[in-house]
């Protein structure tokens, strides 16, 4: 394996100073890291050093298996009640561009499944804005739709920002409502909404919606249902390297009482045509570094995951070199957020053949997996004709002995 050579590499290295060393030493012994090392990971580590630590963890936890999946995004409505201040979805800047705005019925979303229909996608991946129209009734009568339409397909869908502001219009509990939408059909719950837990941060850039508390409150009873998760994290704005160890902290703390975040998803701050289109974008550098730093410190996530319509082709397989190990799934276009914040694709689409090639380039595993990463196929000797020919391409001739 790549990492533990690498880490061995590292802990013979005499230039580095003893605190590195320590460091290094602990992810050999497979230990956690403090709040402070965490923060001292991020102050005072390079890129190098962050690779090397983080691949280890990786190839500990994963081997050299990338994962994918095969879903496909219904997102109902880009307008919003709420003002993220980093969002392009938000009412202000929707009333500054109307005619952009949509709103689906639910004829035209269920629409949308029935469009699938015959293809093998596993997953429907449902989220989008806050508007009063899309309720507890909305949202179970259309869960119990597509259960009915297509039992097997999962359903990955809204965030607690939108089960707050629904259960709250509902009066109904977090364990009541929670209980109702596993009943209409919900399978599990991505990761978005967390944004940065830090309160004065949060209060500077998401203000209205819920909080922090309230993000985890609502995974820890979605988790005692025996449901499974996402996790994120919005980077590379206001917020310090301290309130992203905080974030990645108290995500860690509740995995431990529950167990139930799969994985745990890195966002980047993108800047255009949102209220904070002042504030620069970080480096690709740092994006890598925050890659590493959240597997190193996730000691209790199974897998780490770069959304690669956001950061685009080539920096998702630079990712898999530090840390990251799922790489989303074969997405369509209708995966909007992104696109309108300056995402790197702006018709992010893959088929799963260009996908695989993706990860055999850097010389990983493509495997496919459903949402709960039940290995669906595993890609590592299935050639495509294409495949075939770029294999070819890249062939060296034969050299006979004689
Ligand atoms: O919570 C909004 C983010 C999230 C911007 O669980 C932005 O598998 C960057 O959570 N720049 C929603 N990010 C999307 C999300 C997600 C995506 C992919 C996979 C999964 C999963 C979850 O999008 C929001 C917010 O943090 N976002 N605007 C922006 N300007
Ligand atoms: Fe609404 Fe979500 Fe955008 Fe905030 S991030 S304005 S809650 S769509």
Redesign the pocket.
């Known amino acids: 394996m790549r990492g533990a050579a690498q880490l061995d590499l590292l802990l013979n290295n005499t230039e580095i100073s003893e605190e590195h060393r320590r460091i290094a030493q602990k992810v050999a012994n497979n230990e956690r890291m403090t709040f402070e090392e965490g923060v001292f990971l991020f102050e005072s580590c390079d890129l190098d050093y962050l690779g090397v630590l983080a691949n280890t963890v990786r190839e500990r936890k994963n081997g050299d298996t990338v994962f994918f999946n095969r879903n496909f995004h219904i997102e109902p409505t880009n307008l ?1 009640v ?3 201040k980093f ?1 392009s ?2 009412r202000l800047i929707k009333q500054r561009s109307d005619a952009d705005a949509w709103a689906y019925s639910m004829d035209q979303m269920f629409d949308i499944v029935r469009s699938y229909d015959g293809q093998p996608v596993t997953e429907v991946h449902i989220v ?3 508007l009063p129209q899309y309720d507890l009734a909305f949202y179970t009568e259309f869960f119990k739709k597509i259960k009915a339409h297509r039992p097997e397909l999962h359903v990955k869908a809204l965030t607690p ?1 939108e089960y707050h502001y629904i259960f709250k219009k509902a009066k109904v509990s977090y364990e009541e409502g929670m209980a109702l939408m596993k009943s209409a059909g919900l399978d599990s719950m991505p990761g978005g ?1 967390a944004e940065i837990f830090d309160s004065e941060i949060r209060e500077q850039i ?1 203000a209205d ?1 819920c909080t922090a508390e309230q993000w985890l409150e609502i995974h820890e009873v979605w988790h005692h249902l025996g449901g499974r998760s996402n996790a994120t994290m919005l980077y590379g704005h206001i917020e310090s390297f301290r309130h992203r160890i905080d974030h990645l902290d108290r995500l860690r703390q509740l995995q431990d009482k529950t167990g139930g975040f799969q994985t745990f998803i890195p966002l980047k701050f993108r800047n255009k045509d949102n209220q904070m289109s002042h504030v620069p974008e970080c480096s690709s550098i740092e994006d890598l570094r925050n890659y590493a730093v959240s597997r190193i410190y996730l000691d209790n996530f199974d897998h780490i995951k770069s959304y690669w319509p956001m950061i685009g082709r080539t920096m998702a397989q630079m990712s898999l070199a530090f840390g990251v190990d799922d790489i989303d799934g074969t997405v369509d276009d209708t995966t909007k957020i992104y696109s309108m914040a300056g995402a790197e694709e702006q018709n992010p689409s893959l088929t799963t053949q260009q996908l695989v090639d993706l990860i055999r380039r850097v010389g990983r595993r493509p495997v496919e997996r459903d949402t709960l990463y039940n290995v669906v196929q595993d890609f590592t000797d299935v050639t495509f004709e294409e495949d075939r020919q770029w294999r070819g391409y890249y062939e060296l001739p034969v050299v006979s002995e004689s």
């Open positions: 919003c709420y003002d993220c969002c979805y938000s989008g804005g806050v920002v909404g998401a919606k």
